[in-house]
Each structure stands twice: as C-alpha cells, then as structure tokens.
Nanobody
C-alpha cells in the first residue's frame, strides 16, 4: 500500500475550475495506477479518471470526458485532476486511490485510498 495525500477541493461557481492533487508519501507511484473517484451525497462512489503512472495511459468516466484532465508530475510524485466547466452535478467528495490494477474503473481494484476532499459547485 501507499499513503496518499489529497488537496485542492473547495467551493466554486458553476462553470469554474478546480485542480485536485494526490501525492504519494513514502514511495513513488512507479508501477501503480492512480485513480480519482467521487461520491455525491446519498450516492455510491463512482469512477472519475485514472492514469497508469508508467505507461501514461489515461481513462475517464463518461460524465467528465472533455471537461476533466488527469496528468502526473514525475518530479513531484503527484497526480493532478484538472476540472473545468464544473456543474452542480460534480459536487461530491473526491477520493484519490492507487493500486496495481488491471481495471482502473473498478473501485475494489484499489488498495490505497486518500482521506477525500470536498468539491462543491454552486449554481
């Protein structure tokens, strides 16, 4: 497992942008897939985006395609989620996850999770 530290959530108006960060503590992300998931109030956790750290392949959930971008900074050992054109439907607690996974879109494939960061989009 790897310890994950998230940051970057907050309150933003519809149409605005936020960037979330997920940093690894104590080791690098090499060999891992790093994913972002979100859990809206009263709903199940859902896949947002993922990146294979080594291969740099990226995956997105349908609701965020074209609006969100996941990328990594190898010098900072950090994965970012750039969120643009936010809508109230994006309001959720966002979680970073990491693991040696074969299906990046499956929640149970990951064995390391961050504490979550709240994103609230006002209309």
């Amino acid at each position: 497992q790897v310890q994950l530290v998230e940051s970057g959530g907050g309150l933003v108006q519809a149409g605005g942008s936020l960037r979330l960060s997920c940093a690894a503590s104590g080791r690098t992300f090499s060999g891992y897939v790093v994913g972002w998931f979100r859990q809206p109030p009263g709903k199940e956790r859902e896949f947002v985006a993922a990146i294979n750290w080594s291969a740099y392949s990226r995956y997105y959930g349908d609701p965020v395609k074209g609006r969100f971008t996941i990328y990594r900074d190898t010098t900072k050992n950090t994965v970012y989620l750039q969120m643009n054109s936010l809508t109230p439907e994006d309001t959720a607690v966002y979680y970073c996850a990491a693991g040696r996974v074969s299906n990046p879109k499956v929640t149970t494939a990951y064995d390391s999770w961050g504490q979550g960061t709240q994103v609230t989009v006002s209309s």
